[in-house]
């Protein structure tokens, strides 16, 4: 019976040919675990120079609106968890 090509029966040539070729490691095979670390940072600074930074106006601006939702989230779930606690003490005595 004929399978289609790549089956479990027929597998095809092709896949058989690439399965033999040894694996390259690439560049990272080629250079030490220093080497590597070494690259690794000089990327993050890379990245990060490549960042655009706030300027001190916009951190303060930012910083207060953050300040101001945070405090707000707390007062409304203190409110919320002092009404909860008020009806269960009601409902429960």
Do not use: C
């Amino acid at each position: 019976m004929t399978d289609a090509v790549g089956s479990i029966d027929m597998p095809d040539a092709q896949d058989a040919a690439d399965s033999k070729k040894p694996r390259k490691g690439g560049k990272r095979a080629k250079k030490g675990p220093l080497k590597r670390l070494a690259l690794f940072y000089r990327q993050i600074v890379a990245e990060l120079r490549k960042v655009v930074w706030p300027t001190r106006n916009q951190l303060t601006s930012y910083t207060t609106a953050v300040i101001v939702f945070v405090v707000l989230m707390i007062g409304l779930i203190t409110l919320i968890d002092y009404g909860l606690s008020h009806a269960a003490k009601y409902v429960f005595g």
